[in-house]
């Protein structure tokens, strides 16, 4: 009963903070009532080595179902919560039993009836996996899920094995005459901690490498969009150039006195022009190209876009940093629009202006909630988070319903030149 109050404790600390499917209580109530006929009922002490190897294979088994079934995780991250449980449940029983020996060699007084040693144990057992709850297993997820390569896969089964190793160490020590045993159970009790630590180490290790590898992405796009400005200013420029050019051939065809036909191609002709003349003014020349390059995008994917903006309190921003915000701002906001089965709800809406001493940047744009939408914008709102930063302000993204909004706040009083 013992180990399956241990193993019940360590699912339960190590997948609580992970994203749940629905009803996870139930579910985790029924794999912890499937397990109970199974598992030992002794705790730690002398036992077979194919008893032992059983035990852990059966946990390991156990573990990885357990975490496929009662969270959202992949199988390869499953798999991993499994090879973490097997030592969080042998480590609080063996740390107890070490604690207890040393106390009672110091003459310290033990409970003296076995139900007041069991209810000490427990709360010692609840007390070991509140810990590990809030440290361990809260920090190495992210954002509640797992990512697990096989690299990482692999190497975290060859500590899964050394631990197993050394519990078989153990069990040999638990059989040697009290007087060996009390010497080696302190070493061996100490390398499965080591086995633990490293498999923690090697955890964050992996962890660092990840985000030192998106880390180097989002450089890669930011110093990429800052350098598009230029080509994105020259673009606009050669557009508005034209369209002007093809505005003043209309009119003066228009002198001519053309027939019925001609003034209704030359009409087409106008509209087009003045789609694409989409010259927008806010104040802020860096803006009005970031604004009229979205703006063209939108209508080329019959997106809408209303836009108020004050582009003179975006002054402080410099050139490249600013056409970058509104990029990667905008862009996640025009792939969701452009994906709507409902056409009529393809618009965004954008303000720009001043509030309480902020410049505030506030996005709204319609999400199509099918399941197979594309999800986009997880490196262009860090990029947004980035920018922000720099100049002291803060980023807010939320989702309700069938909408999306994104508001930068910017200090004007830390940007202002004194």
Not at 82 to 89: C, F
Not at 90 to 101: A, F, G, K, Q, V
Not at 262 to 267: A, E, I, K, V
Not at 405 to 410: G, P, T
Request: glycine share 6%.
């Amino acid at each position: 009963m013992m180990v399956w109050l241990l193993l019940c404790g360590a699912s339960l600390a190590f997948l609580l903070p992970l994203r749940h499917r629905p009803r996870f209580g139930g579910r985790l109530a029924l794999c912890w009532a499937a397990a109970l006929p199974v598992v030992p009922l002794q705790g730690l002490g002398p036992a077979l080595p194919g008893v032992v190897l059983g035990t852990a294979a059966f946990a390991l088994l156990w573990a990885t179902v357990t975490a496929r079934f009662c969270t959202e995780q992949e199988w390869t991250a499953c798999c991993y919560c499994g090879i973490w449980l097997l030592p969080l449940t042998d480590l609080p029983y063996e740390l107890w039993h070490l604690i207890r020996d040393i106390l009672q060699e110091q003459g310290v007084t033990w409970p003296g009836t076995p139900a007041a040693e069991v209810v000490v144990y427990l709360a010692f057992v609840a007390v070991c996996y509140t810990a590990v709850y809030g440290t361990i297993a809260r920090t190495m997820p992210e954002e509640r899920v797992y990512h697990i390569g096989p690299r990482q896969l692999s190497s975290a089964v060859v500590l899964g094995g050394i631990f197993v190793f050394q519990f078989l160490t153990l069990q040999r020590v638990w059989s040697m005459p009290e007087a060996v045993s009390d010497q080696l159970i302190a070493p061996a009790f100490l390398t499965q901690l080591y086995c633990l630590t490293l498999l923690y180490l090697q955890t964050e290790l992996f962890k660092k490498s990840a985000m030192q590898k998106e880390m180097d992405a989002l450089n890669l796009l930011y110093d990429r969009q800052r350098q598009q400005y230029r080509v994105a200013r020259q673009n606009v420029q050669i557009i508005n150039k034209k369209c002007h050019e093809l505005k003043v051939q209309i009119a003066d065809l228009r002198r001519l006195a053309p027939d019925a036909d001609t003034r209704r191609s030359l009409d087409e002709a106008e509209q087009a022009a003045r789609l694409y003349d989409a010259d927008i003014h806010t104040g802020n020349e860096v803006l009005d190209v970031a604004l009229t390059e979205k703006s063209l995008l939108c209508e080329s994917h019959g997106i809408r876009l209303n836009c108020v903006a004050d582009g003179a309190c975006l002054r402080f921003l410099e050139p490249g940093d600013l056409y970058a915000l509104f990029a990667n701002a905008l862009d996640p906001a025009i792939t969701a629009a452009s994906h709507l089965a409902q056409r009529d709800r393809a618009m965004i809406d954008l303000l720009v202006c001043t509030r309480q001493g902020f410049a505030v940047i506030n996005l709204v744009y319609p999400l199509d909630t099918a399941p197979e939408s594309p999800k986009a914008g997880r490196y262009e709102l860090k990029v947004v988070r980035r920018i922000a930063q720099k100049y002291g302000g803060t980023v807010t993204a939320e989702t309700r319903q069938e909408f999306a909004s994104l508001k930068v706040l910017l200090p004007l009083a830390e940007n202002t030149p004194q």
